[in-house]
């Protein structure tokens, strides 16, 4: 390796972002992993993501349907605060106008 000039890479460490040490409430898992979804808008998911791109580290929130496993709502910024998955939401929302009873289930 070091006649043809090659190093290792080291792979960066995983960062966790997830705080579970604090007061606020816990919402019941109404959700039970039933993923198989009969009608469209019944049941959103959501996540956050983070991708790498040549200006930095941007997070991404995606708001997805469970029946059509079709992203609803998505918001791209460079960090992870409340308003970013807020503007997911409610991109959702406009795009979509869900009915009464709509479950959405986040972690």
């Known amino acids: 390796m070091r006649e043809e ?10 960062v ?18 039933q993923f198989i979804q009969t009608e469209k808008n019944k049941v959103w998911t959501t996540d956050i993501t983070y991708l790498w791109t040549m200006q930095g580290w941007v997070y991404l929130a995606v708001v997805i349907d469970l029946y059509s496993r079709r992203i609803v709502g998505w918001s791209m910024d460079e960090h992870m605060e409340t308003s970013l998955v807020k503007r997911a939401l409610n991109l959702a929302i406009n795009l979509r106008q869900p009915g009464e009873g709509l479950l959405h289930h986040s972690d």
């Open 5 to 14: 000039g090659l190093v290792v890479r080291r792979k960066k460490r995983f």
């Open 16 to 33: 966790v972002t997830t705080d579970r040490n604090h007061s606020e409430p816990i919402a019941d898992n109404l959700l039970d992993r």
